[in-house]
């Protein structure tokens, strides 16, 4: 039987709350969506079987697209995953492996037969009169990714390359030409259980940390000050403050781009990687207490309950989320490389919240607070491709793009 290389990717990001995919190929030298997907996991499935819960969701979310002429790229949690930037003396390419190997005995808090060991070389860099190798370190244990190919086997896929969501950010926003030379741009990714910083300067990952805080608080927080349903403080929460993002009329719209053919070669992946282990209060996170100005009735809790009450009554996560976020912009520029934040890019499913965006801004001193748009990007999108979901909460498919352009990469 002939076996042909695959000319196609497809990125799997499975969330907490729901799972994204996109398909993409290569068009004039372009990366182009082909297809997105998108399905919820089903919160009440999750509390019995989680595997069975998210394999429905990839299943779903991978509906319609040709996997067997596609290259599947999952991701592995960032939190689970130990990343690492050593620097080494330069050496030859094929003794790069056991210097990694060597400065990993040292750097990981884990028995090396524990886990599974990946690198790439970032940078080379000039100190003390040495040149240095800026290498990317991740490690992950092997239950951690027996997890993820678990519910692959469930949903019946196969992975060809596993990535981490929080690096996928950067592959991501170097894909929809996000990051900019001389810039130093923080790439902040909210989910519902956790959230992730991912510090890029001139198209280089320079550092990440992932915190223990997520949109859940939000939720949790309206549904205490409103006594209201889960499910309803969700849709309050999604609801309230939306705001479409919408291109230009003076920019071409990229689903009207029709490129001409050429070759291109692909390029490599950004990567991106953490300094530091979690700070001692991630260990054990209490969700954070939230008061509100108002006080609408308990049996009709709609979205204009929340009216002018809104920031009083998120202050109390918003705060957790500035102060988490502040420690880590504290430790990039001060500690670190000395170099200011020029631009925030926000992703997650509360991206779109101007609250969010102005308390970042306010609190952070940064007043480029952007949130991230697939659809006005670089990428170019296939004719007649269903964008509904991709329109609905284009914040939320930055993993799955940078999923998908990381294994563009290696095609």
Request: with cysteine.
């Amino acid at each position: 039987m002939l076996f042909t290389k695959p000319k196609k990717a497809i990125g799997v990001d499975i969330g907490a709350h729901s799972v994204k995919t996109v398909q993409m190929s290569r068009a004039g030298g372009r990366l182009r969506v082909e297809e997105v997907g998108y399905a919820l996991v089903d919160r009440n499935l999750v509390n019995m079987d989680p595997i069975a819960a998210h394999a429905n969701a990839v299943r779903e979310a991978l509906t319609g697209m040709p996997l067997s002429q596609c290259l599947l790229v999952g991701a592995l949690p960032g939190q689970t995953v130990v990343i690492r930037y050593p620097r080494l003396p330069e050496t030859a390419r094929d003794r790069i492996g056991a210097a990694i190997e060597k400065e990993a005995g040292q750097q990981i808090p884990y028995d090396l037969s524990e886990v599974f060991l990946d690198w790439a070389l970032l940078d080379t860099v000039m100190e003390g009169g040495s040149k240095l190798m800026k290498m990317l370190l991740v490690a992950a244990k092997h239950e951690v990714i027996e997890s993820r190919v678990q519910i692959a086997g469930a949903a019946e896929i196969q992975y060809g390359m596993l990535s981490v969501d929080s690096l996928a950010l950067a592959d991501a926003a170097e894909g929809c030409g996000f990051l900019e030379v001389g810039k130093t741009v923080a790439l902040v990714n909210i989910g519902l259980t956790s959230a992730s910083i991912h510090f890029v300067k001139d198209g280089i990952s320079n550092f990440i940390r992932d915190i223990n805080w997520g949109a859940r608080e939000l939720i949790q927080a309206i549904v205490r000050a409103q006594k209201c349903e889960y499910s309803h403080a969700e849709k309050m929460l999604c609801e309230t403050g939306t705001e479409k993002e919408k291109k230009p009329a003076a920019e071409p719209s990229p689903l009207d781009f029709d490129p001409e053919p050429e070759p291109a070669a692909a390029k490599p992946a950004s990567g991106g990687g953490s300094l530091l282990d979690p700070f001692e209060d991630e260990l054990d996170i209490t969700p954070s207490s939230a008061r509100s100005s108002t006080a609408p009735s308990a049996n009709n809790p709609g979205v204009d309950a929340v009216g002018k009450g809104l920031a009083d009554l998120l202050a109390a996560p918003l705060s957790r989320l500035v102060s988490e976020i502040r420690r880590s912009f504290d430790y990039y520029e001060h500690e670190l490389y000395e170099t200011p934040v020029d631009r925030i890019v926000l992703s997650g499913g509360v991206a779109h919240m101007p609250l969010l965006r102005d308390t970042l801004s306010e609190e952070l001193g940064v007043k480029a607070v952007d949130v991230a748009n697939p659809l006005i990007s670089a990428l170019v999108f296939k004719k007649d491709l269903d964008l509904a979901a991709l329109e609905e909460r284009p914040a939320q498919f930055m993993v799955a793009i940078g999923l998908a352009a990381r294994g563009m990469a290696d095609l």
